[in-house]
């Protein structure tokens, strides 16, 4: 069983910045494929981010250029970095990890294994 625990959401305004972590449990992170999605109340989950156990990356064209996601293997944890944030932007940031190896990054939720308890980003106008 892999727990996953968010960090770093939080209130700010529009233009601003924020950086989510995510720290898996487990002694094999660094073949994780990993990755963000959002979820806004009524609305379904989307994708965000991903990125590979090789560290390549896939971002959704709402984020592109804005938003970077980055994993530290020595520290065990995966980040998310967000820039020029906008309104829009808000919504509960959920970390997801594939603990089936694969060389590839994953858009789909139905990739991942296991999730975290999903963090607040609220961007104000």
């Known amino acids: 069983q892999v727990q996953l625990v968010e960090s770093g959401g939080g209130l700010v305004q529009a233009g601003g910045s924020l950086r989510l972590s995510c720290a898996p449990s487990?002694?094999?992170?660094?073949?994780?494929?990993m990755g963000w999605f959002r979820q806004v109340p009524g609305k379904e989950r989307e994708f965000v981010a991903a990125i590979s156990w090789s560290g390549n990356t896939l971002y959704a064209d709402s984020v592109k250029g804005r938003f970077t996601i980055s994993r530290d293997n020595a520290k065990n944890t995966e980040y998310l970095q967000m820039n020029s944030l906008k309104p829009e932007d808000t919504a509960a940031y959920y970390c997801a990890a594939r603990t089936r190896f694969s060389t590839r990054y994953y858009s789909s939720q139905d990739e991942y294994d296991y999730w975290g308890q999903g963090t607040q980003v609220t961007v104000s106008s």
């Open positions: 487990g002694p094999t992170f660094s073949t994780y494929a």
